[in-house]
């Protein structure tokens, strides 16, 4: 079956590596990057810091001056935040540093597939609760998952990826209220819309909030994610993280970034504006049924089948995301520019019309 001169963990090898195609595409959207590059005075501070850095020395290890900078932008303490190289570092350093044998994972599916996989690599236990259409997590659910069996980490991702909905703060609550352990809220795409659960953080010290610099501050070459918490919480993951996790380049970059915190996030609001342009659009597409987003893409319907449909986009320059093996005849489109989109758009319609 494998062609490796060793194998890997036996319980590793049935599970597929995270692999979105990176395919020379006319039109990318399919990994809700922003479409456009960082602004000028950015890109123009960050060389000119890149330019100061001493490389012969490690990085801070503490990153303080990102996490101050974190901290001022939430109103929170710096020792409540931590950075990593991406949100998906912070994931595994949590589940680590919490999960791991013998201890549970919740998560209420369909959601963000990296949340069970780093679970799996990590050798926790995953425990998945199906969400009816069109996925909104109730009180009830949540309360009576949790309570069942409680869970070391339960996961909310909010808005949820890839069904673009938002929870309501009152389903973190319940999460917390029902066990004793803890609850991450995965706030990805918590500029674009639905209510923070940092709202939540004086009130609870098993909350953890995690943002990331990959969507709205259009910096996904940089791998830079955060997270807030309590300080205890900050403390406990020290001993799962590695040293100087965090390059001196990325440090600087996430500095530069929270300075222009106004020009970065600028996008934010045309991209919502697009987004509810678009939802609009697809909806004109016949047999097309378009789920309600909060983020920066849209999960959408057709008759067709999926991968079919995919393949044909691709083929005519336009890459997106096929759902279909978790959503049946799901697909995921990025809300890109308005020229992209309406590319986007006409491309859908005339394959659709021409049977996929
Ligand atoms: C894109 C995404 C992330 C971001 O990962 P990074 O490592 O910060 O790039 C995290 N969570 C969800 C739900 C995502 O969709």
Redesign the pocket.
Known sequence: MSDRPFEIREDLRAIPAYRAPQADAAIRLNT?ESPWPPPKEFAAELAQRLRSIDLNRYPDREARALREGLGARHGWPMSGTWAAN???EIIQTLLLTFGGPGRSVLLFEPT?AMHSHIAHVTLATVVRKDIPEPWTLDVTTVYSAVSFDPPALTFI?SPN?PTGNAHPLSVVEAALEAGPGLVVV?E?YGEFGGESARALLDKYERLVVIR?F??SWRL?GA?I?YMLAHPWLIDAIQVARLPYHLSALTQAAGEVALKHAQVVLDGVAEIVAERDRLSKELERVPGVEVFHSDANFILFRTPVDGSSLWKQLADNGVLVRDFSQVIPRALRVTVGTGNQNADFVETLRSVLAHGA
């Open positions: 809700n991406g949100s998906n963000y991702c990826n995965d990805a990331s990959s969507k996904a791998r994610g």
